[in-house]
Every structure is written in C-alpha cells, then in structure tokens.
C-alpha cells in the first residue's frame, strides 16, 4: 500500500506556470513508475506524462515541450512543472504510482488536484 499526495494545483492565466507535486507515503526506490493523469470534465482521465524507475520519460503530444515530469527517489516525489498553461489544460491532475507485484502491476492513485487555466 502507499499513499500519494498532491500539492500545487490552483487557478492561473493563460501562458502562466504551476508545478504539481506528489508525495508518496513511502520509498519510491522499487516503484515500476510514477505519473501524472488528468481528468476534465466529461471526459476520461489520460496521461499527461510518466516517468519510469530507469528515468524514461513519456508525455502526450498536447503537452510535450511545455511539461516536464521529474522524479526524486531520495524524496519520495514526483513533481510535474507545467509552463505555457492554455485552458484546455484545465483539469482535475491525479499523481499515479505504478508498482510491481506478484502477478503483475498494482496502480495507486493520490485524491488530485484542480488546476485551472483562465483566457
């Protein structure tokens, strides 16, 4: 079990910037990955980006170039730092962790954050 925590959401203009932070209850060390998924109203949750344990990144096309996903094992963080912000990025963001169990992958999940992005 693990528990996540996020931090940094809020309300910011157009071509403004935030940074999103998560922290885990426990060592990140041995997790498979951590992410970033966000959810706007009527619409499914999907992933922003996500960093796996060797540091691989990946992030979808609408933000890649204005997000940058990193990870702090020696923290037990994975922070997301968000420039450029247009209002289609609008969303409840939720921090994921991926982790290895027997027989497969387990997925936590922390209680999101609202970010809002005015024109």
């Known amino acids: 079990q693990v528990q996540l925590v996020e931090s940094g959401g809020g309300l910011v203009q157009a071509g403004g910037s935030l940074r999103l932070s998560c922290a885990a209850s426990?060592?990140?060390?041995?997790?498979?990955?951590m992410g970033w998924y966000r959810q706007a109203p009527g619409k499914q949750r999907e992933l922003v980006a996500r960093?796996?344990?060797?540091?691989?990144?990946n992030y979808a096309d609408s933000v890649k170039g204005r997000f940058t996903i990193s990870r702090d094992n020696a923290k037990n963080t994975v922070d997301l730092q968000m420039n450029s912000l247009k209002p289609e990025d609008t969303a409840v963001y939720y921090c994921?962790?991926?982790?290895?169990?027997?027989?497969?992958?387990?997925?936590?999940w922390g209680q999101g954050t609202q970010v809002t992005v005015s024109s």
């Open positions: 426990r060592s990140t060390f041995s997790f498979n990955a």
């Open positions: 994921n962790a991926e982790i290895r169990v027997l027989g497969g992958n387990a997925n936590y």
């Open positions: 960093v796996s344990s060797g540091g691989s990144t």
